[in-house]
């Protein structure tokens, strides 16, 4: 028999440990949204603009999604990808293909042709939901581009002037159809992980495990029906959507604020207008908020509480959030492949700023170990290796790349230099995977280094992550290009190789900030290339923007 490669369960023996717990649940993703629909029922679940969706709306907005997904030949099982701006419509979607069985492969709107089409191909999904334009883009446009890539997608769905493509929106008049019944050990949903190979990774997670990452969130939060939360991250991202997000919102009947731009010239009317209470931003997201709060934090009367997390946070701008937001700051560090730590609410500011937290389950599994996967004592740092009931056992169709991101005793290899201090708390000091954290937006060097390769001038590519004031890091490409004594001069080799990058349909975040041309790349004694003295050299180089 071929082992199944699209899910990796958990042991039987720990599942039944999960379940006994109480942490799974066996309740699936739409009998979750029906028992919210009960319990809040006229309650708003979501305001956006002037819209405002309730509990019970929502619930039968996704019924009817369901029915016209449906009547589009969409059928319980399929995977569809969904590259959604922060609209109502997001949930409508997302809420829907789980009641019809299907499964959302969750896409940021910064993606473009060449992740999209590897997703579409790579699931053989059956359908692409997106929007018109959002941020300038025509999205129509890319999905021509995907279609022709991967033969396998039945269906378009467009939210807004479809042109060719099926309207999202159901017809007026369209009745709800039932949910169709499924399994809570089941698929859910994938995330996709930030990753360091040359591809992105499908993260499936199931109703059980996600659900439970969702209900813990909300409720170490102290969230309640009282709580009004500001969506200012992209709804799909992890973070946003269960780190309680806005899914843990839900779940404790409060209300959802959607923000259509993250800024503070959006953001800020918003939490004076809705009152809002809380909300999650990424360090460099922050610096912005606060930049502009130290002149004016009228607006922000209502906000108790920002969650900041996706990447490091200096312990002196957290120090800053109370006095000049007015709002305790909460460090969240978590992954899109499942372990999530939180800082506890009402934790001494010493240690609340200079520490990630605690895992969210008594159950989660930490291990911070050497070179060798040997543990190291508390207080030294470690790759952190982890496993537990939301944290995932294997990408989906990667066995190669699972053989290596995951311990044969089934802990995942995070990549993340941690250190364990006394009474657990876990402490982020540095990053072993190669990736760089673009103000919260995760690059996969290999994946860049790859794209680079397919420019005929480019003998050997990396890319290098290096301090950034503002993003915490930003990307640096080191090339060597073939000799070519007449080639051009660097400066337009840069925007060559920029305009190379987004002809593959690189999202614009993975474009390097900033190109080095080099006569050869330094090679370590083994002969791979040596990073380090990369980072040394092109920090003490001149600016080469592209
Ligand atoms: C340092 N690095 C961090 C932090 C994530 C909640 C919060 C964040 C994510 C997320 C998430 C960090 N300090 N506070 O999914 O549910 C880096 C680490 C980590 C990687 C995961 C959630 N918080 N990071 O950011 O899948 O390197 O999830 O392994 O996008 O971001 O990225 P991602």
């Known amino acids: 028999m071929t082992p199944d490669t699209d899910f990796t369960p958990w042991p039987e023996v ?11 649940q066996g309740e699936t993703f739409p009998a979750w949204l029906a028992g919210l629909a009960g319990r809040y029922g006229d309650r708003a679940a979501l305001r ?79 359908a692409y939901v997106t929007v018109d334009r959002h941020a300038g883009f025509d999205h129509r446009g890319l999905a021509r581009e995907v279609r022709a890539a991967a033969p396998a997608l039945r269906q378009v769905f467009v939210l807004g002037d479809a042109q060719e493509f099926t309207p999202l929106t159901p017809p007026a008049g369209l009745p709800p159809v039932p949910a169709t019944p499924g399994e809570a050990g089941g698929v859910a949903l994938y995330q996709l992980s930030g990753g360091s190979t040359g591809t992105p990774k499908l993260i499936p997670r199931t109703h059980d495990d996600y659900l439970y990452s969702v209900r813990a969130s909300a409720e170490l939060c102290g969230l309640g029906g009282d709580t009004v939360y500001l969506a200012a991250l992209p ?9 309680p997000g806005t899914l843990g919102v839900l ?176 402490r982020v000091t540095g990053r072993h995977k190669d990736q760089i954290n673009r103000g919260g937006e995760k690059i996969a060097a290999e994946e860049v280094e790859h794209a680079l390769l397919r420019h005929p001038q480019v003998a050997a590519a990396a890319l290098v992550g290096l301090p950034d004031p503002w993003l915490g890091e930003r990307s640096c490409a080191c090339v060597q290009l073939h000799p070519d004594p007449a080639g051009p001069p660097a400066r337009a080799v840069a925007r060559d190789l920029a305009a190379h990058l987004r002809r593959l349909g690189l999202a614009a975040f993975k474009v390097p900030d900033r190109f080095l041309i080099l006569p050869d790349l330094p090679r370590t004694a083994v002969g791979k290339v040596d990073k380090p003295a990369l980072r040394r050299c092109a920090q003490a180089a001149p600016d080469l923007i592209p």
Not at 16 to 23: H, L, M, N, P, Q
Not at 235 to 243: D, G, K, M, P, V
Request: a neutral charge; charged letters at 20%.
């Open 251 to 426: 779940h404790a009947g409060g209300r959802v604020v959607l923000a259509p731009q993250p800024t503070p010239d959006v953001t800020f009317p918003l939490v004076r207008h809705e009152g809002v209470t809380l909300t999650a931003l990424v360090p460099a997201l922050l610096q912005v908020w606060l930049h502009v709060a130290r002149r004016d934090a009228s607006a922000l009367a209502s906000l108790t509480r920002v969650q900041v997390g996706g990447a490091p946070l200096s312990p002196d701008v957290a120090r800053a959030v109370p006095d000049v937001l007015g709002a305790e700051v909460q460090q969240v560090f978590g992954m899109a492949e499942g372990l999530v730590t939180y800082v506890r609410p009402g934790t001494a500011p010493a240690l609340a700023c200079t520490t990630q937290g605690h895992p969210i389950s008594p159950h989660d599994e930490v291990r911070v170990v050497d070179d060798e996967d040997r543990d190291v004592p508390d207080g030294q740092p470690g790759h952190l290796l982890t496993r537990g009931p939301y944290t995932i056992r294997g990408y989906f169709r990667a066995p190669d790349h699972n053989a290596r991101a995951f311990t044969p005793d089934g802990y995942y290899r995070t990549g993340d230099i941690v250190t364990r201090l006394p009474g657990g708390a876990l």
């Open 14 to 24: 720990l599942a039944r440990t999960y379940r006994e717990a109480g942490y799974w």
């Open 48 to 126: 956006a603009g002037d819209l405002t969706v309730t509990y019970r709306d929502l619930h039968a907005r996704a019924g009817r999604q369901a029915a016209h997904f449906a009547a589009h030949g969409l059928r319980a099982g399929d995977r569809v990808v969904v590259q959604l701006p922060s609209v109502p419509e997001f949930f409508d979607v997302l809420f829907g293909l789980m009641h019809l069985g299907a499964r959302p492969i969750l896409a940021l709107p910064a993606h473009r042709a060449g992740e999209i089409a590897f997703f579409c191909a790579h699931a053989d999904a059956a």
């Open 235 to 243: 709804l799909a991202h992890n973070f946003s959507l269960t780190s």
